[in-house]
């Protein structure tokens, strides 16, 4: 059920988890694709991420449905009975795989620090997104305060550049193209999987189950599209590391993780969110290991948490703010008449 009730504890467990993982799994991803000589082709990581998740995900859905049969049924009817809502889901499944390869094409030509700070943009493009395809509004003080959030996040994350040599020949310009695209497919493909997920009672494993079917059909075609040659030449798996498949690791946990807090909360919701766990997490940092915070950190913090306070503001009440401003005005014209 869409609007299944769950603890707030639950909630903020998910978020953690996304958020953590998030941020390993930038670093990681850089990692390996600064470091080996035999480089593994980016594209089959994307691929073989699509795989697991929907194995993962159909044991989630063997728990929910209870028993074989169940699942069974739930299966038939869902994929292979239905298959407009299985093309329904390929739009975000190839839009996600466009954004996955081009994460691995910019964090090949950029640092990760500088990457999760351009990567911000997609707060303000996920909520036109929210607001041209879910026909919600955003009070101009809720706009005002997902810039705000964006530039906040931006200061919370901002580190020097790295400075060890990387080993591979990096073209910056490409990598950020490579962000922009990423940013427009993330806004676009999170807010339509959000549609989808909750314009029905269908279960969230179920539609995961339609998205990477189709995920994987995609991500498959990318694969042989652009290194297929090589593909066949030196293996699937060449250049896989223990660090390559920890990164596939984290690339499946956390998109099963980004399904349920989309579930739960929304996509705008999740920047909100994701940027009070990045605060959190450093404040717990400076209480349990005396991390020493900068004061770009500070001032991104106190923006982070001024724009959450603006957001959550209770549109009525800002309208009333707004009609009272307006009101005086008026008052005022009329009395300078
Ligand atoms: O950019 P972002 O997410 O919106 O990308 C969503 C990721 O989740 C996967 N997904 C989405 C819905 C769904 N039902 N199943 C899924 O598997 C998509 O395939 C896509 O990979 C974020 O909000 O910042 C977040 O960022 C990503 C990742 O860090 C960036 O895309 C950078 O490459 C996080 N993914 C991981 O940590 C693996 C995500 O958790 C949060």
Not at 295 to 320: H, R
């Amino acid at each position: 059920m869409a609007n299944e009730p769950v603890s707030l504890i639950f909630k903020i467990y998910c978020l953690s988890v996304m958020t953590l993982v998030a941020a390993t799994y930038t670093v990681a991803l850089r990692y390996t694709r600064t470091i080996s000589s035999d480089l593994y082709f980016s594209t089959t990581a994307v691929c073989i991420t699509e795989v697991i998740k929907l194995i993962l995900s159909l044991g989630m859905l063997a728990k929910e449905t209870g028993t074989p049969s169940r699942m069974k049924n739930a299966i038939v009817e869902h994929v292979f009975q239905s298959p407009k809502e299985v093309l329904k889901l390929s739009v975000p499944s190839l839009v996600y795989a466009v954004q996955n390869n081009m994460a691995f094409l910019a964090l090949s030509n950029l640092d990760a620090a500088v990457y999760q700070v351009t990567y911000q943009l997609k707060i303000p493009c996920t909520a036109l997104c929210t607001v041209l395809m879910l026909s919600r509004s955003l009070s101009r003080l809720q706009w005002f305060s997902v810039f705000m959030l964006c530039g906040g996040v931006t200061l919370v994350q901002w580190k020097p550049v790295e400075a060890t040599k990387v080993q591979i020949e990096q073209n910056p310009f490409l990598g950020f193209v490579a962000i922009a695209v990423a940013v427009l497919c993330s806004g676009f493909a999170g807010v339509y999987f959000e549609k989808v997920l909750k314009s029905s009672d269908t279960s969230l494993w179920v539609r995961n189950i339609q998205m990477y079917l189709s995920g994987i059909v995609v991500t498959l075609a990318g694969v042989f599209v652009t290194d297929g040659d090589k593909v066949l030449e030196k293996g699937f798996f060449f250049g896989y590391t223990p660090w390559v498949c920890f990164v596939v690791f984290l690339a499946s946990v956390g998109g099963l993780y980004t399904s349920v807090v989309v579930k739960y909360t929304d996509n705008i919701m999740k920047g909100f969110s994701a940027a009070a766990a990045i605060i959190l997490s450093t404040v717990a940092s400076v209480l349990l290991f005396g991390l020493q915070i900068t004061a770009t950190f500070t001032l991104g913090a106190m923006l982070v948490c001024v724009s959450i306070y603006l957001y959550g503001l209770p549109k009525q009440d800002t309208s009333k703010l707004l009609r009272v401003d307006t009101d005086k005005e008026s008052k005022q014209k009329l009395m300078n008449i």
